[in-house]
C-alpha cells in the first residue's frame, strides 16, 4: 500500500458504503465554523447508524493535508487506549509533516509534545488543523 496523506495510516477508518449520502454542504458548514473562530466543532449522532462516522470519515477525505483522525471501536485490542489514540495521531502528524511514518511504534508524551509544537509551526504557516475523534460515545 502507498501511503499518500495522513489518512493512509488511520486505524479503522469508515469504509465507503454502497449508497454513501454525499455531505459536502455539511462539511462545508464545518469548515466555514472553523474560519470564523471556533476551535472546537462537536459532530453528534443522534443513534447508531446516524451516518455521523461516515461523515466525519468524508470530512477527513476532504481534507487530507490538514486533519488528523482516531476512528475509535469498542471491541478493538486497543479500543480506548490513551497511549494507542497518541500513537496514532503522532503516526499521522509526522507523516504529514515529514512523509515517512516514524521508526517506533510507541510515543512517550514528551515526543507527542514536540509533535505538537510542530504541528502549531504549520498552522501558523499553512492554516489550521482539525484533529477529528470519532467513537467516544461507545
Same mark, same amino acid.
Given at each position: 500500500m502507498t501511503l499518500t496523506t495522513p489518512k493512509d495510516c488511520i486505524s479503522n477508518? &469508515?469504509? &465507503? +458504503?454502497?449508497?454513501? /449520502?454525499?455531505?459536502?454542504?455539511?462539511i462545508d458548514s464545518v469548515q466555514a465554523m472553523f474560519r470564523v473562530g471556533n476551535s472546537v466543532v462537536i459532530v453528534e449522532g443522534e443513534q447508531s447508524g446516524s451516518g455521523a462516522t461516515v461523515f466525519l470519515g468524508q470530512y477527513v477525505e476532504k481534507n487530507p493535508k490538514s486533519c488528523l483522525a482516531v476512528f475509535l471501536v469498542a471491541t478493538s485490542p486497543h479500543g480506548y487506549s490513551p497511549d494507542s489514540v497518541r500513537y496514532q495521531?503522532?503516526? %499521522?502528524?509526522?507523516? +504529514? +509533516?515529514?512523509? /515517512?511514518l516514524?521508526? %517506533?511504534?510507541? /510515543?512517550?508524551? %514528551? %515526543?507527542?509534545?514536540q509533535l505538537l509544537v510542530r504541528l502549531r509551526r504549520l498552522a501558523k504557516s499553512a492554516g489550521p488543523l482539525t484533529f477529528v475523534i470519532d467513537g467516544i460515545d461507545q
Amino acid at each position: 500500500m502507498t501511503l499518500t496523506t495522513p489518512k493512509d495510516c488511520i486505524s479503522n477508518f &469508515p469504509l &465507503p +458504503l454502497e449508497k454513501e /449520502v454525499n455531505r459536502d454542504n455539511c462539511i462545508d458548514s464545518v469548515q466555514a465554523m472553523f474560519r470564523v473562530g471556533n476551535s472546537v466543532v462537536i459532530v453528534e449522532g443522534e443513534q447508531s447508524g446516524s451516518g455521523a462516522t461516515v461523515f466525519l470519515g468524508q470530512y477527513v477525505e476532504k481534507n487530507p493535508k490538514s486533519c488528523l483522525a482516531v476512528f475509535l471501536v469498542a471491541t478493538s485490542p486497543h479500543g480506548y487506549s490513551p497511549d494507542s489514540v497518541r500513537y496514532q495521531l503522532y503516526e %499521522q502528524g509526522i507523516f +504529514l +509533516l515529514d512523509a /515517512v511514518l516514524p521508526k %517506533q511504534t510507541t /510515543v512517550s508524551e %514528551q %515526543q507527542f509534545n514536540q509533535l505538537l509544537v510542530r504541528l502549531r509551526r504549520l498552522a501558523k504557516s499553512a492554516g489550521p488543523l482539525t484533529f477529528v475523534i470519532d467513537g467516544i460515545d461507545q
